[in-house]
């Protein structure tokens, strides 16, 4: 059974530094690109970053660009967000997704809450 | 930057079919995939690269491209079917974009 389960969300004062983790587990993690996408309360959905199979290719919105780090490590089966810098407006449930093909997010975390907050 | 238009809502009663649009510049050149999203929970995968559905997924989703425009068309609405829908797209330099999502509600 596939299963993706983010961790790190939390409080943290504007300016701060989080790291988020997404812990992948019964597929093959390392033939997959995986994403990060976000909702603000009570928002709509929001693409933050991409990364492929093997980290060759990276992708940001440019909301967090240059604020934000995506990586994986495929021995770990794991899925990191580095997030500097955060703002009021990067609160947001934070999802970790797998990408199938494309822009085929087939399976999804359940989610993890990040609040930038004074 | 690129984006996706979606309508804010639409309304349907059970039985009928609705429609949802995604619209957006790119959309003749780059594959729409929608998502269902119901309160609480993540959202799922209801059609892909514009028309393709997913196993597991009811066959009365379906998905249409014309142009500009993308549509998932609900068929036979069941108040199950109650949720926001969201499109997602890229644009041409691999960056991802989701619409501003439409809430579908069942009379």
């Known amino acids: 059974e596939v299963q993706l389960v983010e961790s790190g969300g939390g409080l943290v004062k504007p300016g701060g530094s989080l790291r988020l983790s997404c812990a992948a587990s019964g597929f093959t993690f390392s033939s997959y690109s995986m994403n990060w996408v976000r909702q603000a309360p009570g928002k709509g959905l929001e693409w933050v970053s991409s990364?492929?199979?093997?980290?060759?290719?990276?992708y940001y919105a440019d909301s967090v660009k240059g604020r934000f780090t995506i990586s994986r490590d495929n021995a770990k089966n794991s899925l990191y967000l580095q997030m500097n810098s955060l703002r009021a407006e990067d609160t947001a449930v934070y999802y970790c997704?797998?990408?199938?093909?494309?822009?085929?997010?087939?399976?999804w975390g359940q989610g993890t809450l990040v609040t930038v907050s004074s | 930057s690129y984006e996706l238009t979606q309508p804010p809502s639409v309304s349907v009663s059970p039985g009928q079919t609705a429609r949802i649009t995604c619209s957006g510049d790119?959309?003749?050149?780059?594959?729409v995939y929608w998502y269902q999203q119901r309160p609480g929970q993540a959202p799922v995968l209801v059609i892909y690269?514009?028309?393709e559905r997913p196993s597991g997924i009811p066959e009365r989703f379906s998905g249409s491209s014309s142009g500009t425009t993308v549509t998932l068309t609900i068929s036979g609405v069941q108040a199950e079917d109650e949720a926001d829908y969201y499109c997602?797209?890229?644009?041409?330099?691999?960056?991802?974009?989701f619409g501003g999502g439409t809430k579908l509600t069942v009379l």
């Open positions: 690269k514009d028309s």
């Open positions: 790119a959309l003749p050149k780059q594959y």
């Open positions: 990364i492929s199979s093997s980290s060759s290719y990276i």
């Open positions: 997704a797998r990408a199938s093909g494309g822009s085929s997010f087939d399976y």
């Open positions: 997602l797209s890229a644009d041409s330099s691999g960056t991802r974009v």
